[in-house]
Structures are given as structure tokens and as C-alpha cells.
């Protein structure tokens, strides 16, 4: 079944230290999103991928680092330099569609990431 | 920019019918998407407007008036299994790279 991959469901990170959450599609879509959700509040766009070896800056980038390497795949690095990381991640693709037209983003099962 | 506004929370009773309504301010529009997420899942999608009037799809329908900013999910027949949150996305114009953003969700809770 074609879907949206993230790995691992729960993640913990020591203070300082760097950790890469995991996205693959196999949906062969071409744009690629990643979202922080935290409790009782919408989705922050952090960083977005609409072609392989391209990548831009969301709302919230700062602390995160992204690679697009391949096209399947679309990995996100917490560093230490997000002071709170705790947060629900998800990640999206979507079509590139005429015009940008209706073509809904499909989302993974999400990551949760603590602080220990 | 964009400015997404939606209730936090509602209730309802098992059986009726429940109206979610979405303000935006936007500099570009070009669609609105409505999604369903259940606590700790991911989003799905439910409907798509970028014309004004209403779309149905089932038990949900969608309404769209772009001169207002405005938007609506309207829920028929409301189920338990329908207690998640909902959430507005609005997209900036034609050829916006960045897709989506997000109202803060509304919490529907159905009750028996």
C-alpha cells in the first residue's frame, strides 16, 4: 500500500544533542512538508521540499536542519540549538498538481519527540 | 500573511447536526481544505473549496464564501467516532510553494 512512513513514533533527545526523525513516501509525490504541532494548537510549517535537492524555509526553521537527497525520502534533524523540542511532527507530501490545484497534502502517523 | 481563525471547542449530541466555522484574512487565496485529526493520529482530509457555494460528501459538507472570508464544515448525523479535531488550512495564491496554513483546530466532542 502506498503511504507516508515516520520513524520512530516516539523519540527522546538528551540536552545538546542532535536527532534525525525519519520521513519516506512511496507515493511519488514531488513536495515534501514537515509540521510541529504542539497541544491544542494547528500545524507550524518548519520546513518544505517541493523538488529533490531543494528546500525552503517555513515558519518556524530556526533549530531544524532538512536534506532532500532523494525523492522518496525527506529527513529532519532536531539540533540543540531548538531550545523546545517537545512537540508532535508530523510529516507531508503532495501532488504538484496544474496550477497548484486541489491536491490535499497526505500526512505520516507523526513522531513524538520528549526531552529527558 | 495569513490569519486563520476557528472556535477551540464545541459539543454535541450523538445523532445531530454540528456547524465548524473558519474565518481567514489572507494576502492570496487559492483553496481552502478542511481535515479531521484524532488525538495523537494524523490529519486526514476531508473536503477542498475554492469556488464559492457548498460541497457535500457524505454526512460532511463544506461551504465557501470567498468575498467574506469565510468558511464552514457542517457534520450530519454526528457519531462518537466523529470526537476529534478539525482543522482549517488555507492556501496562499496560484503558484504558492509553501501550500498550507493552519487555523489552531476546533476540538468537536460528541456526546451519547
Known amino acids: 500500500d502506498g503511504g507516508i512512513t515516520q520513524s520512530p513514533k516516539y523519540l527522546f533527545r538528551k540536552e545538546g544533542q542532535n536527532v534525525t526523525l525519519s520521513c519516506e513516501q512511496n507515493?511519488?509525490?514531488?513536495?515534501m512538508y514537515w509540521y510541529r504541532q504542539d497541544p491544542g494548537q494547528g500545524l507550524r510549517l518548519i520546513y518544505y521540499?517541493?523538488?529533490?535537492?531543494?528546500?525552503q524555509k517555513g515558519d518556524i526553521a530556526e533549530g531544524y536542519s532538512v536534506s532532500r537527497e532523494k525523492k522518496e525520502s525527506f529527513p529532519l534533524t532536531v539540533t540543540s540549538a531548538q531550545k523546545n523540542p517537545t512537540a508532535f511532527y508530523l510529516c507531508?507530501?503532495?501532488?504538484?498538481?496544474?496550477?497548484?490545484?486541489?491536491?490535499?497534502?497526505?500526512f505520516g502517523d507523526g513522531t513524538r519527540l520528549s526531552i529527558l | 500573511g495569513q490569519n486563520i481563525d476557528q472556535p477551540t471547542e464545541m459539543t454535541a449530541t450523538e445523532g445531530a447536526i454540528v456547524q465548524i466555522n473558519c474565518t481567514y484574512q489572507?494576502?492570496?487565496?487559492?483553496?481552502l481544505f478542511w481535515y479531521q485529526q484524532h488525538a495523537g493520529e494524523a490529519p486526514t482530509f476531508l473536503s477542498y473549496?475554492?469556488?464559492?457555494g457548498l460541497e457535500e460528501k457524505g454526512r460532511f459538507s463544506s461551504f465557501l464564501s470567498r468575498s467574506k472570508g469565510y468558511s464552514y464544515l457542517l457534520l450530519k448525523e454526528l457519531q462518537m467516532k466523529d470526537s476529534a479535531s478539525y482543522l482549517c488550512?488555507?492556501?496562499?495564491?496560484?503558484?504558492?510553494?509553501?501550500?498550507?496554513?493552519f487555523g489552531s483546530g476546533t476540538q468537536l466532542t460528541v456526546l451519547p
Open positions: 507531508a507530501s503532495s501532488t504538484k498538481g496544474a496550477g497548484y490545484s486541489n491536491q490535499p497534502q497526505h
Open positions: 521540499s517541493q523538488i529533490v535537492n531543494d528546500f
Open positions: 488550512a488555507v492556501r496562499d495564491g496560484p503558484g504558492s510553494a509553501r501550500q498550507l496554513t
Open positions: 473549496n475554492v469556488l464559492d
Open positions: 489572507t494576502s492570496g487565496f487559492n483553496g
Open positions: 507515493l511519488n509525490h514531488d513536495a
